[in-house]
């Protein structure tokens, strides 16, 4: 009996084992490395599927189809643009889709949450720590500006704030992630706070903040008042945000109380901007440049976009990281990315596909088992979060920025089947 237990044990060290792998390249590697790696993982599972008698789950399908749907739209009009720009949006497109598979496969190897939940801590503890010393090298940094550190030792890891969730899903949950090493989790906990403060994002704290919201019972889809309420909140945030005059900029930098008042702002489409409102309103102003792009499209192109590799002209050239762009191939605001390239069919795709997880993390948590509700509510509170991060840092399509997102959420399908497969198993005997 020991053996075969040191044996499921040895067998179960190798997905926990790429589950860490992945999400620390996801955050610490250029993500076309992290791409690569993934299509090699991936292509074992898929070969022994194709040439046995199991069914790929249909899960997977679920989770993947809409996205090749989206590129499978985007390429009915994609002549005429550059082949390298039509390669990158189709990689933009369907790395999510690979994301969330490599997740769900790797999760139906591991099967345990608490094993999940302790390797996912452990590796964003080690992304947290490699963020820090990279701020402790830097020491004359900390006199300095949250834009002027971010620059100096980039903008964080999502995998940070993530594990502050998944420790308040833990602790909700009972769960004991680290009996004999109690010190070791409170260590964690210490060190992904402080590196979360420190990434000074304002995507990071307000996508933790919805999590968090959704794993506490706060917002969820049962109670209309509380919903009602946290819309009624948003909108009003957003309004008065919108409405309060620009912050003053000293040179080309914000702080971050700044940046935070400044976060609406950003958000304003105008008819006509200066270079200081352009600065001050860049993602209204790429918005409504894209609204441009778009309003000149046939009808044809309203329906299913201009096609993956087209771009937006911004009408002037800006220095976007290294270089000098006039057209450029993504935007901040993923939504107006796809309305562009895909069309209202490939929007309406996209939100279904929201819509099916979100939908989902609220079926799950309205159930009696206790691991299932709260996966429901973590489910959920990821899902709302994409939702926000798509107007902001192009949600899905940010080609590194929330991979671990998608790769846990992955990983939270594939558990919703383990324990649905636990439950029948129980019944039957």
């Given at each position: 009996?020991?053996q075969?237990?040191a044996?499921?044990?040895?067998q ?8 860490g ?15 690569v ?10 070969t022994v599927w194709?040439?046995s ?10 989770l ?22 039509v390669?990158?949006d ?7 889709a690979l ?8 999760m ?5 949450l608490?094993?999940?939940f ?13 963020h820090?010393?990279?701020?402790a090298?830097h ?19 999502f ?7 998944l ?22 906990l210490c060190?992904?706070c402080?590196s ?25 889809f049962?109670?209309?008042?509380r ?24 040179g ?7 940046k ?13 901007y ?7 309103y860049?993602?209204?102003f790429?918005?409504?440049r ?20 087209s771009?937006?002209?911004?009408g ?9 762009i ?21 929007v ?21 088992q206790?691991?299932?509700?709260y ?13 926000a ?5 192009s ?7 929330i ?7 992955g990983?939270l ?6 324990s ?10």
């Amino acid at each position: 009996m020991q053996q075969i237990a040191a044996r499921k044990e040895s067998q179960l060290r190798w997905p926990a084992f790429l589950f860490g792998l992945f999400v620390f390249l996801a955050a610490a590697l250029p993500s076309p490395v992290e791409t690569v790696l993934a299509l090699a993982f991936l292509f074992f599972p898929v070969t022994v599927w194709a040439s046995s008698n199991q069914k790929i789950p249909t899960e997977i399908v679920r989770l993947a189809g809409p996205l090749f749907l989206i590129a499978l739209v985007g390429m009915l009009s994609f002549t005429g643009h550059k082949a390298y720009d039509v390669i990158k949006d189709v990689w933009y497109i369907l790395n999510p889709a690979l994301a969330l598979v490599t997740g769900y496969v790797l999760m139906l190897n591991l099967k345990e949450l608490d094993r999940l939940f302790r390797v996912f801590i452990i590796t964003a503890t080690l992304i947290a720590l490699f963020h820090l010393l990279r701020i402790a090298m830097h020491p004359e940094l900390l006199n300095k500006t949250a834009t002027d550190i971010r620059s100096g030792v980039g903008t964080g890891f999502f995998a940070t704030a993530l594990a502050l969730a998944l420790f308040l899903v833990a602790g909700k949950m009972k769960l004991r992630l680290f009996k004999q090493h109690t010190w070791f989790a409170y260590l964690a906990l210490c060190i992904c706070c402080v590196s979360t403060i420190m990434t000074f994002s304002r995507f990071m704290e307000a996508s933790l903040f919805i999590i968090c919201m959704c794993v506490m019972g706060w917002l969820n889809f049962d109670n209309r008042k509380r919903v009602l309420l946290f819309i009624t909140f948003a909108v009003t945030v957003i309004g008065v945000g919108m409405a309060l005059p620009p912050r003053q900029t000293v040179g080309s930098h914000l702080s971050l109380p700044d940046k935070v008042l400044n976060s609406f702002q950003e958000l304003k489409i105008k008819e006509s901007y200066n270079m200081q409102e352009i600065n001050t309103y860049w993602r209204g102003f790429e918005t409504s440049r894209a609204l441009i792009t778009y309003e000149r499209g046939t009808f044809p192109e309203y329906m299913v976009g201009q096609g993956l590799g087209s771009t937006i002209d911004l009408g002037l050239y800006m220095k976007l990281g290294d270089e000098q762009i006039r057209f450029a191939p993504i935007l901040h605001n993923g939504y107006m990315y796809l309305l562009v390239k895909t069309g209202i069919v490939g929007v309406f795709i996209y939100l279904f596909l929201l819509f099916r997880m979100g939908r989902t993390g609220v079926l799950l948590s309205r159930s009696e088992q206790t691991d299932r509700k709260y996966i429901g509510r973590l489910i959920l509170g990821l899902t709302l979060a994409i939702v926000a991060s798509t107007f902001v840092v192009s949600g899905m399509f940010n080609k590194s920025a929330i991979l671990s997102a998608l790769l846990l959420t992955g990983a939270l399908f594939a558990y919703e089947r383990v324990s649905e497969q636990k439950i029948l198993k129980q019944d039957g005997e």
